[in-house]
């Protein structure tokens, strides 16, 4: 059998042994019939979806009928989570990303990225204390790349999903994360939910309300955010699925934030991933959506507990913010009570510059180079211990992102961060 059969195949199987799906509202295509879901105890998101006066509309970019299918949606029945004991069905990785390699081995291969250690990530000596590894990626709708995002450089032939969905999963399966967030994901119940189950890893979604990938011609349904994590590694503790605020109206964004328990430290960590209003002129909206998260992870770092906000529970959150490090939100995050700091600072020299880019494209406007991807942390609990770098101008290719050689126009963002030691540890 070829490789792309044989990828096929095993690709169908895990599909085959995944849970039924409701069935999809009408407007909306869907390619396969399975689904899965992130597990019990998820918090509804802020307002009710639809709600809200013309103003509301406005914020949330709603227009056309076919967006009535994303406030549908959210009234359909919730799939089932994905069920514990189908972890003896678990995939081996290192056969799936060699046959990953094998269907493209007629593309170029993804631009070679290293781990950096600067002389500020000091590794981590306890040996029951290891890294846990962090990836942070909006791996672009498939429905926006082929049908609204104009890469006026990209032959549509490279977004084919048939390849494109193995570039996503050989850049997740080289690096092994523990914890992944990715934003744009159109593909959630018939791609990454069952495949990455099968990897041992347990996950959430939340679709926007008003996703954009509907106004595209036989979409997969709405794009939104989605939080995988090992399930060898964490224990869930609590999952809280946001809407968005500003000035006390719903967006069209959403946050899922999500508390663990390592099991090898037997402390908690919260990560949260989200996706912020995109393009210029909506820098307002953008601060204010950010002061609403920010407020809303406050409250959950903090819930249980009277201690200062120093000792509550430590924070990792990642997103595209479509923001740079100019606009008022970034500035809101880096200032905040809960004691941020971009992680990807640790790369400069000075140590507190972002890359200068982390998406870069052409479209029919022009080309763009921007930074607007973020690992946010709590430096006062979490130590990071490495950075993935940034691939050069060279490496990228004079027709930018996305490309033959890589499936998104931004790129992946990795950290392995550890624990710092507790003050009534060291005693």
């Known amino acids: ?130 890294p846990i590894r962090i990836m942070q990626w909006n791996i672009l709708a498939q429905a926006l790349g082929e049908g609204k995002d104009g890469f006026v450089r990209c032959p549509l032939d490279a977004l084919n999903w048939n390849e494109r969905k193995y570039l996503i999963l050989e850049e997740i399966l080289t690096h092994r994360p523990d914890v992944l967030c990715l934003q744009e994901v159109d593909h959630y119940y018939d791609t990454f939910q069952p495949i990455l189950a099968r990897l041992g890893y347990q996950g959430s979604f939340l679709p926007k309300p008003w996703s954009p990938c509907l106004d595209v011609e036989r979409n997969n349904g709405p794009d939104g955010c989605a939080l995988f994590y090992r399930r060898s590694r964490f224990t869930p503790k609590a999952t809280a699925h946001l809407r968005l605020s500003a000035m006390m109206l719903p967006t069209n964004q959403v946050a899922i934030v999500q508390t663990l328990c390592c099991r090898v430290t037997g402390r908690r960590l919260c990560v949260a991933v989200t996706h912020l209003k995109a393009r210029s002129g909506w820098e307002r909206l953008r601060s204010a959506q950010g002061a609403d998260l920010l407020q809303s992870l406050c409250s959950i770092t903090s819930r249980g507990s009277n201690r200062a906000p120093s000792s509550t529970t430590p924070l990792i959150v990642c997103g595209d913010f479509n923001a740079e490090p100019s606009e008022d939100v970034y500035k809101r995050f880096s200032c905040s009570p809960l004691g941020l700091t971009s992680a990807y600072t640790l790369l400069s020299s000075d140590g507190h510059t972002e890359p200068p880019y982390t998406t870069w494209k052409i479209r029919p406007s022009g080309e763009s180079r921007s930074t607007l991807d973020y690992i946010w942390y709590t430096p006062a609990a979490l130590s990071v211990e490495s950075l993935l770098d940034i691939p050069s101008e060279e490496q990228i290719g004079p027709d930018r992102l996305p490309s033959y050689h890589y499936p998104s126009d931004h790129l992946s963002l990795m950290c392995d961060l550890s624990f710092r030691e507790e003050p009534h540890r060291l005693l």
């Open 1 to 130: 059998m070829n490789p792309a059969r044989r990828c096929s195949a095993l690709l169908g199987q895990v599909c085959a042994t995944s849970l039924a799906a409701p069935r999809r509202a009408a407007g909306a295509r869907s390619c396969h019939s399975v689904v899965g879901g992130d597990g019990a105890g998820s918090q509804p998101m802020n307002g009710p979806a639809g709600s809200g006066s013309a103003t509301a509309l406005s914020l949330m970019g709603g227009s056309g009928s076919s967006r009535l299918f994303g406030t549908l949606a959210q009234s359909l029945p919730q799939p089932e989570p994905y069920l514990e004991e189908n972890q003896d069905l678990d995939l081996d990785p290192d056969q799936l990303r060699k046959e990953c390699e094998e269907v493209l081995q007629h593309r170029p291969a993804r631009p070679h990225r290293d781990l950096v250690r600067s002389t500020c990530m000091a590794p981590c000596s306890h040996k029951y204390n290891p």
